[in-house]
């Protein structure tokens, strides 16, 4: 018998567009801190963006978490400090993340949060984190990302993947 699906399949182009749509979407959400943003966020488009944001980022985050275990994606220990931090809340010690560790993190987060800053703490230059909060065998964890450089850097290691 021949079947139609027999794994779950989440080719490179699908990481790439999911990263290209969280890209746009972080440096959306980052411009709403910026004084001379021309955009108010109503009720329903707050509820519109964390529904898109939300979405694309699980999705992304699945994508990914798909192609590490059969070493699709052989970079799942690589460090990206430019795009994630990690603390575990006891120890309030900053450390890089990988990005198994970032997609994990996505997955389970109990909470997730992204702030619109005051006009007087935003810059036209300012990069805003997406903060994740969750727990893992009791130990309370945070991690914050800025999505737009994770998803460059997902772009890049996926580059490298293929130009092996």
């Known amino acids: 018998m021949k079947h139609i699906l027999n ?3 989440q080719d490179f182009s699908e990481i790439r567009r999911l990263c290209l749509i969280c890209h746009g979407l972080d440096y959306t959400t980052s411009s709403l801190s910026i004084p001379t943003s021309r955009l108010r966020v109503s009720e329903a488009t707050e509820a519109t963006i964390q529904n898109l944001v939300s979405s694309y ?3 992304l985050a699945v994508a990914i ?3 590490l275990y059969p070493n699709k994606i052989e970079f799942k220990d690589v460090e990206l400090p430019q795009s ?3 603390y575990y809340d006891e120890e309030l010690v900053c450390r890089p993340v990988t990005l198994k ?3 994990d993190k996505i997955i389970h987060a109990d909470t997730v949060s992204k702030p619109i800053l005051p006009e007087v703490m935003a810059r036209k230059d300012c990069k805003i984190c997406i903060q994740f909060k969750g727990k893992e065998f009791k130990r309370k964890w945070t991690l914050d990302i800025v999505l737009e450089y994770f998803a460059e850097d997902v772009l890049h290691i996926l ?3 293929e130009n092996q």
């Open 159 to 161: 580059d490298d993947i």
């Open 57 to 59: 980022l699980l999705n």
């Open 84 to 86: 994630g931090w990690l």
């Open 65 to 67: 978490r798909i192609n």
């Open 7 to 9: 794994e779950h399949r």
């Open 101 to 103: 560790q970032v997609c």
